[in-house]
C-alpha cells in the first residue's frame, strides 16, 4: 500500500472522529472536571503525605502527575485498539471491514489514531492543569521527552495489537484488560517507587515496559536528565519495541485468521 492513500484514509478518520467529538463536546468538559478532581485529590494526598517524602528525589505532588498522566495515556491507547474491534462486532460491521483492501492490522490502527490523538492532547492539558493549578514545577528535556514518548507510543500500539487480538480470541477482552492494567499499575511505580515493592515483585515491574516509560518520563521532565542519562531507559525501551510489535502483529494476523476460519469473527 502507498502512502498517499494511507494518508487519505488517516485524514478521513480523523474527520469524522473529530465531527463526533464536536458534537458530543459535553463529553471533554466531564472529562476535564473528573481530571481535575483528580489532581486535586493527588495534590492533597502529597501535602498529606508531608515534604519529606520525595521519591527518586523529587516532589512527590510532580512524581504522582506524570506517573499517572503517562500510564493513563497508554491505558487509553490500548483500549482504543480492543474498542474498535469490540464496536465492530457489537454493531455487525467487522467481517466487512476486514475483508477491505486495507490491511486489517493498519486498518485497527487508523480506527484507533484519534483516540490516541485525544489521549496525547489529554495528557498535554493533564501536565498543563498541575502546572497552572497547582503549582507543580517540571524540568523539561524537550529531546528526551519525546524520544520516551514515541517509544511508549510504539508500544501501546503493540500492547493496543494483542487487546485486539484477545477480543477476537475471547470476545471479553475488555475484563482481562482491566485485571491487567490493574497490576501493572500496582507494578509500575504509577503512584509509588517500584524500589519501595519487595524484592521478587521489584524484579517483576522491570520486566514491564511501561516500567521503563514512567521512569524514562520521569527523568526527562521532572529533572532534565540529559540524553546519555535517559539511554538506558530509552535503549530498553527501544529493544521492547523491536520485540513486541513484530510479536503483536504476527498474533493479530493468526488471531484473524482463525477467527475467520471458525466463523467467530461478529461474535461479541
Not at 475483508?99 to 485525544?118: C, G, K, Q, W
Request: aromatic share 10%.
Amino acid at each position: 500500500m502507498t502512502l498517499s492513500p494511507t494518508l487519505d484514509k488517516l485524514l478521513a478518520v480523523l474527520r469524522r472522529d473529530l465531527l463526533i467529538a464536536i458534537r458530543y463536546r459535553s463529553g471533554f468538559l466531564l472529562a476535564a472536571a473528573g481530571s481535575c478532581a483528580e489532581l486535586a485529590a493527588f495534590y492533597y494526598l502529597s501535602r498529606s503525605v508531608g515534604p519529606g517524602f520525595r521519591p527518586e528525589g523529587v516532589e512527590y505532588f510532580p512524581f504522582l502527575l506524570v506517573g499517572t498522566g503517562l500510564y493513563t495515556f497508554l491505558l487509553m491507547g490500548i483500549n482504543a485498539f480492543l474498542n474498535t474491534i469490540e464496536d465492530g462486532q457489537r454493531n455487525g460491521t467487522l467481517e466487512v471491514l476486514m475483508t477491505t483492501p486495507t490491511p486489517p492490522a493498519l486498518l485497527v490502527v487508523l480506527s484507533a489514531i484519534s483516540a490516541f490523538a485525544a489521549s496525547g492532547v489529554n495528557f498535554v492539558l493533564y501536565l498543563a492543569a498541575g502546572l497552572l493549578l497547582f503549582g507543580a514545577r517540571l524540568q523539561v528535556n524537550v529531546f528526551g521527552c519525546l524520544a520516551i514518548l514515541g517509544l511508549s507510543l510504539f508500544l501501546a500500539v503493540s500492547f493496543g495489537l494483542f487487546a485486539a487480538a484477545l477480543q477476537l480470541a475471547i470476545q471479553k477482552g475488555s475484563a482481562v484488560i482491566w485485571l491487567l492494567s490493574s497490576g501493572m499499575w500496582f507494578l509500575t511505580g504509577t503512584m509509588f517507587p517500584v524500589s519501595s515493592l519487595p524484592r521478587g515483585l521489584h524484579y517483576l515491574s522491570t520486566a514491564i515496559p511501561i516500567t521503563h516509560a514512567l521512569n524514562g518520563m520521569r527523568l526527562a521532565l521532572l529533572e532534565n536528565a540529559p540524553l546519555p542519562l535517559l539511554g538506558r531507559e530509552i535503549a530498553i525501551l527501544a529493544l521492547f519495541v523491536l520485540i513486541l510489535l513484530p510479536a503483536s502483529l504476527s498474533v493479530f494476523a493468526r488471531t484473524l485468521r482463525r477467527a475467520r476460519l471458525q466463523g467467530t469473527l461478529s461474535f461479541y
